[in-house]
């Protein structure tokens, strides 16, 4: 089955502890996103990656680092979480670079800091 | 920066009502717009999209949309909700110009369905 998995899907943790939400795709894409969601402000995106070892900034990219070594994995890193990162962070594959191209989302992680 | 808006956060129908879910985007010139549903516990998934082609777009599960350009609008209608209809409904816009990485979202509709 074609998916886009993310892990975990729910963690609580305090301010300042490294956490890392790794999210993998077998659909062989080469395009992949992350995303938080918080009410009232829709999906916002944080990074995108091009191609392995290819990654830009996405519009809300501070307190938060990510990494392509492989095609098929894109995991999300706080390196030192803040209550403002409590949110639900989703991650998404297309295959193309196109303007029509759809995205697959991964079920979504929600993430605490206290 | 392009952008859409969706007018109101909740809508609530009745089942086998009409579902008007409205969504206006800002840009001069017309834009790669879709509509994505998230239903509970789950990622968003495609419902469908505006490519330029035909401004009657019609998507999975009896969802369509049209595209307005002299109203800037992309409003997504259903003509008989279901109770299984009920997600949160997210209308996103790709500008021109751009590619996968430049798809901006709207702040998404709640739907509920009542029996």
């Known amino acids: 089955e074609a998916q886009v998995t993310q892990n975990p899907r729910y963690l609580i943790t305090v301010t300042g502890k490294k956490l890392t939400v790794t999210c993998s795709q077998n659909?062989?894409?080469?395009?992949m996103s992350w995303y938080r969601q918080d009410p009232g402000l829709g999906l916002r995106q944080i990074y995108y990656s091009m191609n392995v070892e290819v990654t830009d900034k996405g519009d809300v990219p501070e307190g938060y680092k990510v990494s392509r070594k492989e095609k098929r994995n894109f995991p999300l890193i706080l390196e030192s979480p803040s209550p403002n990162q409590t949110s639900l962070y989703f991650c998404?594959?297309?295959?193309?670079?196109?303007?029509?191209?759809?995205?697959?989302f991964g079920e979504g992680s929600r993430l605490t800091v206290l | 920066a392009q952008s859409v808006t969706q007018l109101g956060s909740h809508v609530s129908v009745s089942e086998g009502a009409l579902v008007l879910l409205r969504c206006n985007y800002s840009?001069?010139?017309?834009?790669?717009l879709f509509w994505y549903v998230q239903y509970p516990n789950q990622g968003l998934q495609l419902l469908l999209k505006?490519?330029?082609?035909?401004?009657l777009v019609k998507g999975i599960n009896g969802f369509e949309a049209e595209f307005k350009k002299s109203e800037t609008s992309f409003h997504l209608t259903k003509p008989s909700a279901h109770m299984s209809d009920a997600a949160e409904y997210f209308c996103a816009v790709r500008p021109m110009n751009t590619g996968f990485q430049k798809l901006v979202f709207g702040t998404g509709t709640r739907l509920l369905v009542s029996p």
């Open positions: 840009s001069s010139v017309p834009p790669y």
């Open positions: 505006y490519t330029s082609a035909a401004t």
């Open positions: 998404a594959s297309t295959a193309t670079s196109g303007r029509a191209g759809e995205l697959f």
């Open positions: 659909m062989n894409h080469e395009y």
